[in-house]
C-alpha cells in the first residue's frame, strides 16, 4: 500500500511557493503522493485566499523527483476538456511521469461550476473524459457529443505515462452511474454517500469494486490503513485541512502510517 497526503491550496504558506516547499517535505517524510483538491474558490468561502491548484502542481513538480502528483479531484464539468488535456500532458513532462488526474462532476457550492443539474454534469464529465482520452493519443479528433464538439482537433504532445496518465473518478460510490464511471477509467478516489449524510468507505466496498474489476486502483482516505490494505486498496490517504503552515509540516513530519 503507498500512502498519500491531500490538501486544499488555500490559505497561508498553501501558495505556489508554499506547497513546493511542503511537497519536498512530503517525500522526504516517506510519503507517496500529495494530492491537491481543486477549488478556485475553497468550498464557497471567498475569505480564504485560494490558489490556482494547476499552478501550485507545477511548483510541485520541480520541487520534487519520487513522489505522485495530482487532483482528487478536479470537477471537469467547470474547466474545457482539451485544455485540462494539454496541462495534464504538461504536467506529466514536467514531473517525468508522476501525475494523476482524479476528477468528479463538483462540489454544489462551487460558484464556478455551470449551473446544471448533477445528471448534466455527470454527461459533461463523461464526454469530457472521452474528449481527453482520445486528444491524448496524439491523434486528430472529431467529437460530436451533447457538450462538446471537435472537428479533427489534435494535441501532437503525448504523455510521458502510457497507455495515458492515471485517470482516477471520485464521486458518491452507492450510485450506480459513478460506480459505472469509477470502472471505466484506472482508478477510484470515491467516497460514500452524499455530501447531507456521509458514510465511511469500508474495506468492503474496496473488496466489492476490486471483484468487478481486478487490474484497478482503488485510493481511501481515513479509517485503519491495515484494514484497507487487507482489502487490498492500492492507497491510503490522509487529509488535511485548511491549518497554519507550520501546523500542516508538522503533521506531514509524522510520516505515513506502519502497518
Same mark, same amino acid.
Given at each position: 500500500?503507498?500512502?498519500s ?10 501558495d505556489p ?28 468561502d471567498?475569505s ?11 511548483a ?7 513522489i ?17 488535456a494539454a496541462?495534464?500532458v504538461?504536467?506529466?513532462h514536467?514531473?517525468?511521469g508522476?501525475?494523476?488526474l ?17 445528471k448534466?454534469?455527470?454527461e ?5 473524459l472521452?474528449?481527453i ?17 471537435l ?13 495515458r ?8 460510490? +452507492?450510485? $450506480?452511474?459513478?460506480? @459505472?464511471?469509477? &470502472?471505466?477509467?484506472d =482508478?477510484?478516489?470515491?467516497? *460514500?454517500? !452524499?455530501?447531507?449524510?456521509p458514510?465511511q +468507505?469500508? $474495506?468492503?466496498?474496496? @473488496?466489492?469494486l &476490486?471483484?468487478?474489476? =481486478?487490474?484497478?486502483?482503488? *485510493?481511501? !482516505?481515513?479509517?485503519d490503513p ?12 490522509r487529509?488535511?485541512p485548511?491549518l497554519?503552515a ?9 510520516g505515513?502510517?506502519?502497518?
Amino acid at each position: 500500500m503507498k500512502f498519500s497526503v491531500t490538501v486544499g491550496a488555500v490559505g497561508a504558506g498553501r501558495d505556489p511557493r508554499g506547497l513546493a516547499e511542503l511537497a519536498r517535505a512530503v517525500e522526504d517524510c516517506g510519503w507517496d503522493a500529495l494530492f491537491l483538491e481543486d477549488y478556485l474558490v475553497y468550498q464557497g468561502d471567498a475569505s480564504e485566499p485560494t490558489y490556482d491548484p494547476w499552478i501550485c502542481l507545477a511548483a510541485m513538480a520541480v520541487a520534487t523527483s519520487r513522489i505522485r502528483i495530482g487532483t482528487t479531484v478536479t470537477p471537469l464539468p467547470r474547466r474545457h476538456p482539451w485544455k485540462v488535456a494539454a496541462e495534464a500532458v504538461a504536467l506529466d513532462h514536467l514531473s517525468d511521469g508522476r501525475i494523476i488526474l482524479g476528477v468528479g462532476i463538483g462540489d454544489p457550492g462551487d460558484p464556478f461550476l455551470p449551473a446544471q443539474p448533477p445528471k448534466v454534469l455527470a454527461e459533461m464529465l463523461d464526454e469530457g473524459l472521452d474528449v481527453i482520452d482520445r486528444l491524448w493519443t496524439g491523434q486528430q479528433v472529431s467529437f460530436a457529443g451533447e457538450h462538446y464538439q471537435l472537428d479533427g482537433a489534435q494535441l501532437t504532445a503525448r504523455p510521458v505515462q502510457r497507455p495515458r496518465i492515471p485517470i482516477w473518478v471520485g464521486g458518491n460510490l +452507492l450510485v $450506480p452511474a459513478v460506480r @459505472r464511471r469509477i &470502472l471505466r477509467w484506472d =482508478g477510484s478516489c470515491a467516497d *460514500k454517500g !452524499s455530501t447531507d449524510a456521509p458514510q465511511q +468507505l469500508l $474495506p468492503d466496498d474496496v @473488496r466489492g469494486l &476490486l471483484a468487478e474489476r =481486478g487490474d484497478f486502483t482503488v *485510493k481511501v !482516505s481515513g479509517g485503519d490503513p491495515a484494514a484497507f490494505a487487507a482489502a487490498d486498496a492500492a492507497w491510503w490517504g490522509r487529509w488535511i485541512p485548511p491549518l497554519p503552515a507550520d501546523e500542516t509540516l508538522a503533521i506531514v513530519r509524522q510520516g505515513p502510517p506502519t502497518l
